[in-house]
């Protein structure tokens, strides 16, 4: 269990006002955590500061060989206002994947947990109430060896961040487009398109541009030769969960473009839809690939995609009876 020392802020920021368009990760609260770690000691110095910039030498090898990690999570408020995370277990799981890939040192996931707790409980007041609304928690580590050789650092900061947002699109809960992007890859096999890292989204800024200038929301990514490594989503993890949980039959396999689009044009694709920490369900609305344009649906939300998005948030704001264990009070 880490001994985490506290110092809180003696200038408090003004909180948003019930209302406010709060947008995605612009606004941050009053503290964040850090811990360091130096080969030969380990993680130590584990900390509650006020909100501040970090200062880092030109030479510190996050900017040049990018050995970063980071992870994304959100907190909830309740009814009666308790502080609720969403299966935290999971994302600390996951980081130490990411870790063993960049040859970033593990934390212990209790470490991990406990770090995101106590800084999302003195923040507590910051996790907004509004529907749709929730406190973003970014953990993310960054090497800081001040040393221009390709090699892993001895030294490194894990810093936790908070940010209270409200949906991750615009347009909320209405379906998205969706650019199938025909041009460039981000994940093939051997590679590291499993690691929550920042050369994977930075490789995907040129796709997303694109989309972005054709009119669409988002990028959906094709397999870059075979097996090309995913992210393992904890949102997608809770779908098919829940899904085989209602009886649905679950299948999870490769599916060809060219399969889809014979699919839509046959009445068969009835719902479409995305998950994730930021946007929790996505439904789509259409799906742009080349010369070839799938509307989905009637262009409303389905009902399944409804009912998973009903279920989940419910569960994570405790609007609904958590039988899965997934529900964490940070405030306790």
């Not at 600390?92 to 707790?117: G, M, W």
């Not at 615009?170 to 051997?190: F, N, Q, T």
């Not at 995609?305 to 009070?329: F, N, S």
Request: proline share 5%; net charge negative.
């Amino acid at each position: 269990m880490l001994n985490i020392r506290v110092e809180r802020t003696t200038a408090p920021k003004a909180k948003p006002a019930p209302g406010t368009k709060l947008g995605f990760g612009h606004i941050f609260t009053d503290h964040m955590f850090i811990m360091n770690y130096t080969e030969g000691q380990g993680w130590h110095d584990a900390r509650i500061v006020p909100y501040q910039k970090i200062e880092l030498d030109p030479s510190a090898m996050v900017f040049h060989y990018g050995q970063t990690m980071f992870e994304g999570l959100k907190a909830y408020r309740g009814a009666n206002g308790e502080a609720y995370l969403f299966r935290p277990d999971m994302n600390a799981k996951r980081a130490n994947n990411s870790n063993d890939r960049l040859c970033i040192p593990r934390i212990p996931e209790e470490d991990f947990v406990q770090a995101i707790k106590e800084v999302v409980a003195i923040d507590k007041d910051w996790i907004p109430t509004e529907p749709g609304t929730s406190l973003y928690i970014r953990p993310f580590i960054i090497a800081t060896d001040e040393f221009l050789g390709v090699a892993p650092s001895k030294t490194y900061l894990f810093i936790v961040i908070l940010s209270p947002s409200g949906a991750y699109y615009e347009s909320g809960l209405a379906p998205v487009g969706i650019w199938i992007e025909d041009e460039y890859v981000r994940a093939v096999r051997g590679g590291i398109g499993f690691a929550k890292t920042g050369g994977n989204y930075a490789a995907s800024l040129i796709a997303q541009v694109k989309a972005h200038d054709g009119g669409y929301s988002q990028v959906l990514w094709l397999d870059g030769v075979e097996n090309g490594s995913i992210l393992p989503g904890i949102t997608r993890n809770s779908v098919l969960f829940l899904c085989r949980q209602w009886g649905m039959d679950v299948e999870e396999r490769k599916v060809s473009v060219d399969e889809l689009i014979e699919a839509q044009k046959s009445g068969k694709l009835e719902e479409v839809f995305g998950t994730g920490t930021a946007a929790v369900i996505s439904p789509v609305g259409k799906l742009r690939y080349m010369d070839e344009v799938m509307t989905i649906g009637d262009g409303n939300i389905g009902p399944v995609t409804q009912k998973l998005y009903d279920t989940i948030t419910g569960i994570q704001t405790g609007k609904l009876e958590d039988k899965y264990g997934w529900r964490v009070r940070a405030d306790a």
